[in-house]
């Protein structure tokens, strides 16, 4: 895969409006894998690719919680302020987005905002950073927008990942999202997805 060029001001709009549709390809095709072209640079350890996402669907009225390795670099904290506006908070429950650039800490799923039944889009969507989506770990995802099985494999992730992702679709309507995102692409597990591992 062709890394990322790095995105200059001017191009800041059309470079969140791809990043956008990418997102929203990932989405309708569980476990597909979408290119990210564009990506601006960003202070280690956020990768150029949530970068790019956060870019695209943050804003003022979206508050984010971030894991520790991020939290505790004051660059990640001041650049996802200055260019997106969006409030950070510590409460993983009051968080419209949640960025983990450590899969091994990643919080159990239950921690999040699953949503209300009313107001089931409420949740958190959590977007991890993973190293490639050529090794590691395989899931298999059957659900709506996937035909047959899609398999999905992707480095690292933690090992009870397919379990807590099962939990988290026994409370659908409810439930969070999870994009996959390597410096240049992304994969969504949406929690209309049904998961096991790829050898099932």
């Known amino acids: 895969m062709t890394a990322l060029a790095s995105a200059i001001p001017h191009e800041s709009v059309v470079t969140a409006q791809a990043t956008f549709r990418a997102v929203m390809n990932a989405t309708a095709r569980p476990g597909s894998i979408q290119m ?5 640079s960003a202070p280690e350890p956020l990768s150029l690719g949530a970068a790019a996402l956060a870019l695209a669907l943050f804003d003022h009225d979206t508050p984010i919680w971030l894991d520790a390795a991020l939290s505790e670099k004051p660059a990640v904290t001041d650049w996802l302020r200055f260019h997106t506006g969006a409030p950070v908070t510590a409460d993983p429950m009051e968080a419209a987005f949640a960025l983990v650039s450590d899969t091994a800490s990643l919080p159990p799923l239950h921690l ?3 949503g209300t039944p009313e107001y089931p889009d409420s949740s958190t969507t959590l977007i ?8 590691g770990s395989r899931i298999a995802l059957m659900g709506p927008g996937i035909r047959g099985r899609q398999l999905l494999q992707a480095a690292p992730l933690p090992g009870d990942l ?7 679709r026994g409370l ?3 439930g969070v999202d999870l994009f996959l995102v390597s410096s240049d692409s992304v994969a969504a597990i ?5 998961v096991m591992t790829g050898e099932g």
């Open 112 to 114: 999040f905002n699953p």
């Open 172 to 174: 659908f309507p409810r």
């Open 128 to 135: 991890l950073q993973v190293d490639s989506f050529a090794a």
């Open 162 to 168: 397919p379990a807590q992702l099962a939990l988290n």
């Open 190 to 194: 949406p929690r209309s997805a049904r």
């Open 36 to 40: 990210l072209h564009h990506a601006p």
